[in-house]
């Protein structure tokens, strides 16, 4: 949908009360509202971090965006950003903290390392990208992206929100709706995705037979 | 510099024949103890030749020699050079060492790491746990046989990408498609999670005494992190409470355990640099500084002289900035949201932008090779650096002073709160300006100098008291001696060339061993390397001060209230992506 045309309600106003009047549409009202005041979870885990604090100082000044207020709880926050290396140990808590994050709710994955495991994707106690686990709206790119780039991000995502529907979006649908809740990790002898239990099961049990055979 | 020669110096071998051995392997130093004289040798070394400070404990996996080896490095806070001693056990399990934690209480959490790491039980150590791991999980990462799940070669430069340059994805070639690896038979539904009872079991616990007329209490076990605001990244703690006094507190770390050691020795020595930068995140340049000098150790090679002036420029402005982000972040801990840090964010932005304008990148510098740094710093930045020297930053420093010190709330919160003392410091191997602030006059850059600190006219920062205000007031001398080394570099600096080596992609360094450290902002930063001639490094260790210095944190807080362990973690000027590597 074309961004204009979002508030052109194809309604004309009448010229004497121009000035005191204006015409949206609830889509776009209730768009700008959340877009402008997006408030990210008060949550670093590496590098990024750093330049995520960076961004919010007086230089590049992130409150521009309405995008100041971190919370440090998840009960009241809109936006996860995952500022760095996924780590497996790490990995439970920050599931545990999404799954406590009220809807409507977005992830914004900062950095090489959130996005894909970045120079330490090789390493053993590492998640290879958030997006193994949770839904990811936005990569920025860096490593560590500058406040620049972070911001440019965080505008993206502002440009998604704008696009939302309040007819479409997965929150207010009922039947659809699952909680969005993702199940647990547990640290076993590596990072076990319960949702893969029986593929896992099948393939140890694959791997036994191959070795004895 | 620490030659072989001087190490000798103390003759070990003399003191304990038939149980010490001198270290004969080429380009090795140090000497080789008996593994049932270990204890013994070690309260020699610190009580008869005076070496009190044992920094460094690491394992090496001699794999074709079948030989497990822990190498210890100890110093004296005096100053001079160390001495390494090794231990060389068969490489078979269970191997065992006997913990040396009554000696030195500083090695405990480098003891775990290296049972966590390499599987070497330490006998007599109170609480052995994994420490960067989690219980449960499978094998021990560091040995040689041990392979990660996305393994590909041995060594880099890998053959799929080199010089072919195809592009796989590690997925592909992993049957579970994943970074993930389970024994075989592993069946995920009938695992028991572990509940950590271990870790409740090691803290302290309170109970409950009936005493006649007083009320009956009972202690709460707190945890806090990973996710907390204060804990300065993904540090989790896990507090025994008595209303609001600590009584127990355990340190639960490896949340950002990205592997570097193991990344580190399949890499060639080059490639290092990069991932250097990403340990203590404030300070790269000091992190690439610490790994350059380990490596030129190695090779023997001399640093071209305006390299050294360069290097030394870069690592004491990211010194000030970082002091300047703890005393912000210190504010922020006490209550004091946002503004102090505001303006200590102002100051760091104007060094990164020198850092950027140097190297390309304002946090992850890259910047030193092996020999010299990558790029030469061109007039303006000179200027730039100058103008900030000898104009702003003091006048800046000035300012924060003025503004904090004269407020009252904050001088109620920090004088009179005891950090340590001296003698619990150096016991814990605390180093940096936490070791100073205590009254010990130890500074690397004056007790063991490197690169070219011998030739600046500064003093070491001390204080003496070893509570909360010293450790605070110690940050604002250090960025006070810091700025005089710069002006002195500033003036000092000559023209030429900025590399004494040829650029190369693999550097040739030839078999041996070296223990490089430098004064990093938060302590000793140091490097193990064992090379074996071949082009990557053998052994690739990083000995983090945050994750040494934080050794202590259970004896700081034992006794305090639980608001002030905020500030006192602080006090320590942790940074998890160097605490956890």
Known sequence: MDYEKLSLPNYNIPDDIQNAVAITTLDRLYNWGRRSSVWPLMFGLACCAIEMIAAQTARYDLARFGMEVMRPTPRQADMMLVSGTVTKKMLPSIIRLYNQMPEPKYVVAMGACASSGGPFKEGYNVVAGIDKFLPVDVYIPGCPPTPQALIAGLIKLQEKIDKESIKTVRWYNKEKFDGNYVPMPILGPDLIDVRRNAEIRDIASAKATQESA | MATALQTQTVDLVARFPAIVTADARSGYTGFIVNKENLVEVATAVRDEFGFDLLTAVTGVDYIAENKMEVVYHAYKT??????????????????????????????????????????????????????????????????????????????????????????????????FRDNLNFPKDFDPEKYIVNKEEDLYASLERYTTKDVEGSMKTDHIVVNMGPHHPSTHGVLRVA?????ETIIGLKPVMGYLHRNHDKIGE??????????????????????????????????NIQVAERAEYIRVIMAELSRVQNHLIFIGMLMNDLGAMYTPSLYAFEERELILDIFEAVSGARMMCNYFRFGGVVRDVPDFALKKIHDLVTDRLPAKTDEMERFLNENEILMARLKGIHVLNAEEAINYSVTGPVLRATGVPYDLRRADPYSIY?????????????????????????????????????????????????????????????YGRIESPKGELGFYVVSNGKPNPYRYH?????FVNLTAIESICRGTKIADFVALLAMLDIVMGELDR
Request: aromatic content about 12%; proline content about 7%.
């Open chain 2, 266 to 299: 399949r890499n060639t020595y080059l490639q290092n640099i990069p991932y250097t930068d990403r340990l203590d995140y404030f300070n790269s340049m000091s992190n690439n500084f610490g790994y350059a000098i380990t490596v030129e150790k190695l090779m």
């Open chain 2, 239 to 243: 507090v025994t409470l008595d209303g």
């Open chain 2, 542 to 546: 990083v000995r983090p001060a945050s």
């Open chain 2, 78 to 175: 005096i100053g001079g050079t160390g001495l390494a001693f090794k231990v060389q056990v068969e490489r078979v399990d269970p191997i065992e060492v006997p913990s040396l934690i009554n000696i030195w209480a500083g090695v405990d959490f480098q003891e775990r790491e290296a049972w966590d790491l390499y599987g070497i039980k330490f006998t007599g150590h109170p609480d052995l746990r994994r420490i960067l791991m989690w219980e449960g999980y499978e094998g021990h990462p560091l040995r040689k046989d041990w392979k990660e799940p996305f393994f590909e070669e041995e060594t880099k430069p890998f053959k799929s990408r080199w010089p072919e340059g195809k592009h796989t994805f590690s997925e592909e070639k992993n049957p």
């Open chain 2, 454 to 514: 011998d030739r600046f006219d500064f003093d070491v920062a001390v204080r003496h008291n070893g509570d909360m205000m010293d450790n605070y007031l110690i940050r604002f001398d250090e960025i006070r001696q810091s700025l005089r080394i710069l002006e002195q570099a500033l003036k000092q600096i000559p023209q030429g060339p900025i590399n004494s080596q040829k650029p190369a992609y693999q550097v040739r360094v030839p078999a041996g061993e070296a």
